[in-house]
């Protein structure tokens, strides 16, 4: 009798909560790779969750009936189509739309020709929607191109506001000269970071990508240091002010003894880049065996009196530069400036404040 | 359920003499203990769970002291005082799941909420004080069935768990990808202080005193409050609880 019983409510059990329904279309709407031919390629392209950039030769297609061939999430469909020619004199926006039609992201493609330059104002700031957080860009020949990266958009997950003045790297009118200089502020990341061991962010700001889909699991590669860099450095300028603030905490959140006050980290590196290595990240970047020559700030201590302080640093380099490679664009440049100078093991202090303008690298 | 366990304990001297003091002919007192096993769970598998990769129900106790008035003929009313847990643990491995990490802050105001493609693990265990009331049929054997209604005060709450191996996309199936190794959620707070349903049993007399029980009840009010939005489907309590009673 009991198993009968047993026999009537089990199956009343599984047919209320059902069985598993057939896979739904997908949702997302990713551009997964860009494929464009190797010949025209300087670097290899870097997709974010809404761009594409490649430095590709001119001189090797036409620019302006190029058709550049996607590969999108399964099932999603992109427009202008994959392989049809676009003219990208001036970059092209994409629209990705997903399987199941419900969701669409656009995509800026910048196929851009003229090698970064070697003067760098923070003047032109590009905010990205949503987020809302500033990124300077460049502007060589008429060219936009967005050739720095930071870590906000690993911020914008955790961000209390998502204001401009809440991110760790924002542009600031405190400038030595024209309108904007970059500034820098390390930032609590609040309980949800404290639990995560990543109590701070440090504001920081380099030549490169940041591959935001990697800040929670491993910061330290999230960063992808190099740009594509054609010319001899011999020496890094440009002008800064620091203002450390109290005590350096750990990842706990700790103060660190022997207590010690923040520093800041101002340097510039160039590097050879292979196939299987293209960029160097945020745990090798001053230790790979390709780096080339380095120029770092000696040290990071506060800057005295009100206002911006010069540097003139020479490249230090520790092998020969192959000059048919360089000619080639096998080296990569890489500028990265941080308010606090272990921020990328999450050891600060939050509040300390690195303002820099008119950067350059002089060279040969 | 060190705090179930506590109230068990405390309760169960109590319950024995005082049902023998007042036992007559017309009410009969009884008394129950059990084991549930069951889920908290969508009515229909949400499309954006791809796989149940393990379900473990957990040891759920209950203890009841329970009523009995029969009514002439073979129908009769009874209700009970029962401690009871309902939960489980399950893993599955989900597609675009909407959910929210907290990372058990349990603050609305600082999580990650977005959607989640990987593995989800949910631990359930939640605490009632119920109180059923059954219309009762007895058969010419030994035999009774009861249906009725339930409603259940909450005592201890726990759903909280951790996504794995997968990764988040910010806000919108389309919003920035962010990898997940493991991210922590605890939605203890939002569980509804108040459950209540319908259930339905059956008791098996095995001697004069001893008889067995089965009872089904699910629970028609959703477990999590009305403004709890982080998974985007409504859990209801579906358990069954097997047991064993004593009639006085």
Redesign the interface.
């Known amino acids: 009798?009991?198993n009968t019983?047993?026999y009537l409510?089990?199956p009343?059990?599984f047919s209320?909560?059902?069985?598993?329904?057939?896979?739904?279309e997908?949702?997302?709407?990713?551009i997964v790779k860009v494929d464009l031919p190797d010949s025209v390629l300087i670097a290899p392209p870097v997709i974010s969750?809404n761009s594409v950039t490649a430095f590709v030769r001119y001189d090797k297609l036409d620019i302006t009936a190029f058709a550049p061939k996607f590969v999108v999430t399964d099932g999603a469909r992109i427009s202008p189509a994959s392989g049809v020619p676009q003219n990208f004199t001036t970059p092209v926006t994409y629209t990705v739309y997903?399987e199941d039609g419900k969701?669409?992201?656009n995509y800026k493609i910048s196929l851009l020709q003229n090698t970064v330059s070697n003067t760098f104002a923070f003047e032109n700031w590009t905010l990205t929607p949503?987020?809302n957080y500033n990124t300077p860009y460049e502007i060589v020949n008429g060219e936009n191109q967005n050739v720095w990266a930071s870590g906000n958009?690993?911020f914008?997950?955790?961000a209390?506001e998502k204001k401009p003045e809440a991110y760790p790297t924002q542009r600031s009118p405190n400038a030595l000269e024209g309108n904007y200089a970059a500034y820098l502020e390390t930032k609590s990341t609040?309980?949800?970071g404290a639990?995560?061991g990543m109590p701070l962010a440090a504001g920081n700001l380099f030549l490169g990508s940041f591959d935001?889909?990697?800040?929670?699991?491993?910061p330290l590669e999230a960063t992808l240091f190099g740009i594509p860099f054609n010319k001899k450095p011999l020496r890094f300028t440009g002008s800064y002010r620091y203002l450390p603030a109290g005590p350096v905490t750990d990842k706990t959140g700790t103060p660190v003894s022997p207590q010690r006050d923040d520093q800041c980290d101002i340097y510039a590196v160039l590097f050879k880049a292979s196939a299987d290595k293209p960029y160097l990240n945020g745990s090798n970047i001053l230790t790979d065996q390709n780096v080339v020559a380095v120029a770092q700030l000696p040290n990071g201590n506060q800057t005295s009196g009100s206002g911006y302080h010069p540097f003139d640093i020479t490249f230090k380099y520790r092998g020969e530069i192959d000059p048919a490679d360089l000619a080639g664009y096998a080296y990569k440049l890489s500028i990265i400036f941080t308010s606090s100078k272990n921020g990328a093991t999450f050891e600060g202090a939050v509040g300390s404040k690195l303002y820099v303008d008119d950067v350059k690298i002089v060279i040969e | 359920m060190k705090k179930l366990n506590v109230i068990l304990l405390a309760i169960l001297p109590f319950l024995t003499p005082e049902i023998k003091a007042q036992s007559d002919k017309k009410l009969n007192f009884n008394v129950r203990a059990g084991f549930s096993i069951?889920?908290s769970?969508?009515?229909?598998?949400?499309?954006?769970?791809?796989?149940?990769e393990s379900y473990n129900p957990g040891l759920l106790l209950s203890l009841e002291a329970g009523l009995h008035y029969p009514l002439p003929g073979k129908f009769g009313l009874a209700t009970a005082l029962r401690l009871e847990q309902k939960g489980m643990t399950t893993q599955s491995r989900v597609?675009?799941y909407y959910t929210t990490f907290?990372?058990?802050?349990n603050?609305r105001?600082?999580?990650?909420i977005g959607?989640f493609w990987g593995t989800v693990e949910t631990k359930v265990k939640n605490s009632y004080l119920t109180l059923p009331i059954h219309a009762t049929y007895a058969f010419n054997s030994?035999?009774t069935v009861k249906a009725g209604a339930f409603v259940s005060l909450l005592l201890e709450n726990n759903f909280s768990g951790k996504a794995r191996n997968g990764?988040v996309?910010?806000?919108?199936?389309?919003?920035?990808?962010?990898?997940?190794?493991e991210?922590?959620y605890d939605f203890s707070k939002e569980v509804r202080p108040v459950n209540a349903g319908v259930e339905i049993g059956?008791d098996?007399r095995l001697n004069s005193r001893l008889f067995?029980s089965?009872m089904?009840n699910?629970a028609l009010t959703p477990l999590m409050k009305k403004d709890f939005q982080s998974i985007d489907f409504d859990l209801h309590n579906?358990y069954?609880n097997l047991g064993v009673g004593y009639r006085f």
């Open positions: 009798m009991k019983i047993f409510i089990i009343a059990f209320l909560s059902g069985c598993i329904k057939p896979e739904a997908n949702m997302e709407a990713d969750n997903s969701w669409q992201k949503e987020a958009s690993g914008s997950l955790v209390p609040g309980a949800l639990l995560v935001g889909s990697k800040s929670l699991t491993a | 069951g889920a769970t969508p009515i229909g598998i949400p499309v954006t769970i791809r796989k149940i597609k675009g907290n990372e058990g802050s603050s105001s600082q999580s990650i959607y030994p035999l990764y996309r910010d806000q919108t199936p389309v919003g920035l990808k962010e990898e997940i190794d991210a922590y059956a098996y067995a089965a089904f699910y579906l069954l």
